[in-house]
């Protein structure tokens, strides 16, 4: 409910980064989605989602899902998943400036 007001729709990878970045057990996840590819085409479908434990966390409906149960329904492919350690070594320059 907080990020609602800040963050327009559309906005899954900033959303699903702020969250990860609030939660040290988090997962960040990335991958394609089937129904944004339906309804958007092949290079739309990319989504972002954090995981933590069995659930998902949807940073566009702002709903908590038990895993198995979002991964039925949105059937991603292409999942990748950063810890927060890979994340940030990933993106060190980022992290390096002053």
Do not use: H, Q
Not at 29 to 58: M, P, Q, T
């Amino acid at each position: 409910k907080y990020l609602k007001p800040l963050l327009l729709p559309g906005k899954c990878y900033d959303r699903s980064l702020y969250m990860f970045l609030c939660f040290d057990d988090a997962l960040l996840v990335r991958g394609d989605c089937k129904y944004l590819e339906l309804e958007y085409g092949k290079d739309s479908s990319r989504y972002g989602w954090i995981e933590i434990d069995d659930y998902v966390y949807d940073p566009s409906l702002l709903i908590r899902f038990e895993k198995d149960i979002y991964y039925k329904i949105y059937l991603p492919t292409n999942v990748e998943k950063y810890t927060k350690e890979e994340y940030i070594k990933k993106n060190r320059e980022f992290y390096e400036k002053d």
